[in-house]
């Protein structure tokens, strides 16, 4: 059967097949930003099928219903009062099949027909293919693999003020970098938000009040505001954040390791400003978005290089101490957060 082509891999490839199309017979979806991974599907679902005979021609599989047999069934099956089939395969790592399997797959995929479009799809299983597996390799790799990553904070702001316009609503840019920064910046945990927000604000103009009161900032967030409220001197606020967390049910190690971190980036980026560098020094380095880069400087200019490294020394041994002492966890978080403020306080 002739062959239709496929197109080259990327989110970029995806939208213009999409726009021209001509989508390909084979696709691997993955990546952090779920959000857009379920829009671009839906893209296709729409563009493939018709509601009348979806039942008919669209097949998903998953790891409760998926087996070789079924899944060429599936891809096999002619378009019923249709001209295509789209067979979705959620969460299968194909390179973990058995030899015997695999040599099955492979088969499958390099010959799909030109009626069938098929998608693997990433989301609760890591992708992680193996390259080692040549033909296996080869196969997927004809196909089309979309990463779905994070966007950057430029296109989010965009995004979320799009979404709010839609709602009736105003947003400032700096309270679109607020919004982005407490929800951790995925599309999946803005879109939420933002329906929260907007059904909780009584007024066009969303005010930074509206955002504090109906989100839950991610860990990182809110260790991220306690460590900026050490820098500023305000300790007992810096405590309060602390209390929040722990209000929030977060594990004492896993707040320890976001403190850790945060200070960590800190570290480097009094180093950055020791050298003569700037926040898009510290981005690069850290991979850091704009924001939190600046905020991170920022917080770096008030800390010295000693203090630095004795929060280093006081992270290390309270992470000790919950490993090997049988004090309270939360009780040696409180401690280290007003070591540091003693710290901070004497420069």
Same mark, same amino acid.
Request: proline fraction near 3%.
């Given at each position: 059967? *002739?062959?239709?082509?496929?197109?080259?891999?990327?989110?970029? %490839?995806?939208?213009?097949?999409?726009? +021209?199309?001509?989508?390909?017979?084979?696709?691997?979806?993955?990546?952090?930003?779920?959000?857009?991974?379920?829009?671009?599907?839906?893209?296709?679902?729409?563009?493939?099928?018709?509601?009348?005979? %979806?039942?008919?021609?669209?097949?998903?599989?998953?790891?409760?219903?998926?087996?070789?047999?079924?899944?060429?069934?599936?891809? %096999?099956?002619?378009?019923?009062?249709?001209?295509?089939? @789209? /067979?979705?395969?959620?969460?299968?790592?194909?390179?973990?099949?058995?030899?015997?399997?695999?040599?099955?797959?492979?088969?499958?995929?390099?010959?799909?027909?030109?009626?069938?479009? /098929?998608?693997?799809?990433?989301?609760?299983?890591?992708?992680?293919?193996?390259?080692?597996?040549?033909?296996?390799?080869?196969?997927?790799?004809?196909?089309?693999?979309?990463?779905?990553?994070?966007?950057?904070?430029?296109?989010?702001?965009?995004?979320?003020?799009?979404?709010? &316009?839609?709602?009736?609503?105003?947003? +400032?840019?700096?309270?679109?970098?607020?919004?982005?920064?407490?929800?951790?910046?995925?599309?999946? &945990?803005?879109?939420?938000?933002?329906?929260?927000?907007?059904?909780? +604000?009584?007024?066009?103009?969303?005010?930074?009040?509206?955002?504090?009161?109906?989100?839950?900032?991610?860990?990182?967030? /809110?260790?991220?505001?306690?460590?900026?409220?050490?820098? *500023?001197?305000?300790?007992?606020? &810096?405590?309060?954040?602390?209390?929040?967390?722990?209000?929030?049910?977060?594990?004492? @190690?896993?707040?320890?390791?976001?403190?850790?971190?945060?200070?960590?980036?800190?570290?480097?980026?009094?180093?950055?400003?020791?050298?003569?560098?700037?926040?898009?020094?510290?981005?690069?380095?850290?991979?850091?978005?704009?924001?939190?880069?600046?905020?991170?400087?920022?917080?770096?200019?008030?800390?010295? *290089?000693?203090?630095?490294?004795? &929060?280093?020394?006081?992270?290390?041994?309270?992470?000790?101490?919950?490993?090997?002492?049988?004090?309270?966890?939360?009780?040696?978080?409180?401690?280290?957060?007003?070591?540091?403020?003693?710290?901070?306080?004497?420069?």
């Amino acid at each position: 059967m *002739a062959k239709k082509p496929t197109p080259s891999t990327g989110l970029q %490839e995806l939208k213009a097949a999409l726009k +021209s199309k001509e989508l390909g017979r084979l696709y691997f979806f993955h990546g952090e930003e779920v959000f857009l991974l379920h829009h671009y599907l839906g893209q296709m679902k729409k563009q493939l099928l018709d509601e009348l005979t %979806e039942s008919f021609n669209f097949h998903r599989l998953t790891n409760e219903s998926f087996d070789i047999r079924s899944f060429a069934d599936a891809v %096999e099956n002619l378009p019923m009062m249709a001209e295509h089939t @789209l /067979v979705q395969v959620d969460d299968i790592d194909l390179f973990k099949l058995n030899e015997g399997d695999r040599t099955k797959i492979i088969d499958i995929l390099s010959d799909i027909p030109d009626y069938c479009t /098929v998608v693997f799809t990433y989301i609760t299983a890591p992708w992680k293919p193996d390259k080692r597996l040549k033909k296996l390799w080869e196969a997927v790799e004809a196909g089309s693999i979309v990463e779905f990553a994070k966007q950057d904070q430029r296109d989010l702001v965009a995004w979320v003020s799009r979404h709010f &316009a839609a709602r009736g609503k105003r947003i +400032s840019t700096d309270l679109c970098i607020y919004l982005i920064d407490i929800t951790g910046g995925t599309m999946t &945990a803005l879109s939420g938000e933002i329906d929260k927000i907007c059904a909780f +604000s009584g007024i066009p103009e969303i005010k930074k009040s509206d955002i504090d009161a109906v989100t839950e900032p991610v860990l990182d967030a /809110v260790v991220f505001q306690m460590t900026d409220l050490l820098s *500023a001197g305000r300790y007992d606020q &810096a405590l309060l954040k602390l209390q929040q967390l722990l209000k929030m049910q977060q594990e004492p @190690l896993a707040i320890l390791g976001a403190v850790g971190g945060s200070f960590r980036r800190i570290a480097t980026a009094r180093t950055l400003l020791d050298s003569g560098k700037n926040a898009s020094d510290l981005q690069k380095l850290c991979g850091l978005p704009d924001y939190p880069a600046r905020k991170t400087m920022e917080a770096a200019r008030r800390f010295s *290089a000693d203090f630095c490294r004795k &929060a280093s020394v006081l992270v290390l041994e309270t992470d000790y101490n919950m490993k090997t002492s049988y004090d309270d966890p939360e009780r040696l978080l409180e401690l280290l957060i007003l070591q540091l403020a003693q710290e901070a306080s004497h420069g």
